[in-house]
């Protein structure tokens, strides 16, 4: 049932209010205006908040600029016929009142989903852990609606990143929303480290989910994972596959030696690589701090060839 829902926020929602656009004509101006900023922010937030390889391919969101192209085109047709009038009835008039509110609202998400794109502190430059391919980064920003880090987990994740590998098609996997570990391009491609550092903790032997289930204890909630120290920071990386952790614990490691590869282990429902980067504040508490690669910090939907 999640899947049918999250498919259909992205691929029926959009045609749904196409649809209606140009069904369903309207009588007045206002009515006109307040349904084209409505439906053209609705399309402008899912283009930036959704995760569109997990339906198919990452390159379906520029369909929606097309479809904003196509709505706003029609509304400026309409408008220029001038057949347009003033809402009589009151229920037409409380309709455009929360169409406007409605409105309001998708601007401002639209606004901080934008913003979430930009970080206040200062980030630490690091090597990409990744190698050989398009990855496609399915959450991360500064702000909640963009990355999930923020809203459920401990402040030494706010910045945290995750990524996912593309496919010739711009796909997370080789068949749609499949639940197949192995059709994942990402699953076991090799993590490199992304620093001189030395290894402070790991471990390798949570077995991999099957799919989006995860019984897994609380103790085994991260997987398998390797924790190191570079630069004054800690770096996190959890969700290996089993038992493909390549390095120990207390042991120097170059930047670029391999670490292990990409799994499912843990609270996660589809292989991915999730990244963090944190330091501890002036009152001892671990906070996240963002991560840039090449000098440039990554958001969702960004893309990061290497």
Known sequence: ??????????????????????????????????????????????????????????YFRYLLLLLILCIVGSAFVRFKSGNLGKPRSIFKKISIGVTAALAILLIMMVFNALQGRFYAEQAIELTFPLKGGTYYVSSAGSHKLINNHIRDFPTAQHYAIDINKLGPYGGASKKLMSS?????????????????????????????????????????????????????????????????????KDSYVKQGSPLGLVGISGFSQEPHLHFQAAVYDKDSVMVGIPIKFKGKTLSRNDLYCN
């Open 1 to 58: 049932m999640e899947k049918i829902v999250f498919a259909f926020i992205h691929l029926g929602l959009p045609l749904l209010l196409l649809t209606d656009f140009f069904l369903r004509k309207p009588k007045s101006t206002i009515g006109l205006i307040t349904r084209t900023i409505l439906y053209t922010a609705i399309l402008f937030f899912l283009y930036l908040w959704g995760q569109w390889s997990l339906v198919g391919s990452y």
């Open 180 to 248: 197949r570990n192995t059709d994942h391009h990402i699953f076991a491609d090799t993590v490199y480290c992304p620093c001189d550092g030395v290894i402070l903790d790991t471990k390798s032997t949570v077995k991999d989910n099957e799919g989006s289930s995860m019984n897994v204890s609380a103790e085994d909630g991260t997987g398998n994972y390797v924790e190191l120290k570079c630069d004054g920071a800690y770096i996190f990386i959890p969700h290996f596959k089993q038992y493909s952790i390549f390095v120990s």
